[in-house]
T-cell receptor, first 115, second 113 residues
Framework: AQSVTQLGSHVSVSEGALVLLRCNYS??????LFWYVQYPNQGLQLLLK??????LVKGINGFEAEFKKSETSFHLTKPSAHMSDAAEYFC?????????????FGTGTRLQVTL | EADIYQTPRYLVIGTGKKITLECSQT?????MYWYQQDPGMELHLIHY???????EKGDLSSESTVSRIRTEHFPLTLESARPSHTSQYLC????????????FGQGTRLTVV
């Protein structure tokens, strides 16, 4: 079975500073990895995903993540935080198990951006 | 543009009432999911479906039930609501092809008083 661990339930950065949200996964087969963002009282919106190929993936709003198989990690970064980035971020993993493939989410990281 | 809709967005209802949370998608996706999320907490999968007439229990036990009579529709029902059911319920769908992400509705925030 797959699992996801997000280190740090709360991360606070200053506006303009680097954003780094950590995600490690566990999977017995090659995973597909996702980052979602959730704004208050909203559903989840896909930021970016890794399937195959290039290990550095770029997403919306200036975010990117790098798949590192040796470290079983998929950390999310953004060079310069903006106030509008304040939200809850979820890392998720999916694997193909025959007819089924389910998304398993991490516990989420709340990003706070301060002036 | 993802087209998955949940109604109502907000619901306050008394204990013992029967409720149905609606979820519809216009993308033709075979797979649909219901997640439960308490405020500031992680998402827990409570039900999923691979297609019409297919429903499965998720990782978190739930007193709710679901049905999948049509591809586009995946309603969730609580026969007798209780305060412990107060939560946010998120519906999602995905294409059965590998590696495609799930698209989420905006959620229904349920409060049982």
């Amino acid at each position: 079975a797959q699992s996801v661990t997000q280190l740090g339930s709360h991360v606070s950065v200053s506006e303009g500073a680097l954003v780094l949200l950590r995600c490690n996964y566990s999977s017995s087969v090659p995973p597909y990895l996702f980052w979602y963002v959730q704004y208050p009282n909203q559903g989840l919106q896909l930021l970016l995903k890794y399937t195959t190929g290039a290990t550095l993936v770029k997403g919306i709003n200036g975010f990117e993540a790098e798949f590192k198989k040796s470290e079983t990690s998929f950390h999310l970064t953004k060079p310069s935080a903006h106030m509008s980035d304040a939200a809850e971020y979820f890392c998720a993993v999916s694997v193909n198990t025959g007819t089924a493939s389910k998304l398993t989410f991490g516990t989420g990281t709340r990003l706070q951006v301060t002036l | 543009e993802a087209d998955i809709y949940q109604t109502p967005r907000y619901l306050v209802i008394g204990t013992g009432k029967k409720i149905t949370l609606e979820c519809s998608q216009t993308m033709g996706h075979d797979k649909m999911y219901w997640y439960q999320q308490d405020p500031g907490m992680e998402l827990h999968l409570i039900h999923y479906s691979y297609g019409v007439n297919s429903t499965e229990k998720g990782d978190l036990s739930s007193e709710s039930t679901v049905s999948r009579i049509r591809t586009e529709h995946f309603p969730l029902t609580l026969e007798s609501a209780r305060p412990s059911h107060t939560s946010q319920y998120l519906c999602a769908s995905s294409d059965p092809a590998l590696a495609t992400e799930a698209f989420f509705g905006q959620g229904t925030r349920l409060t049982v008083v």
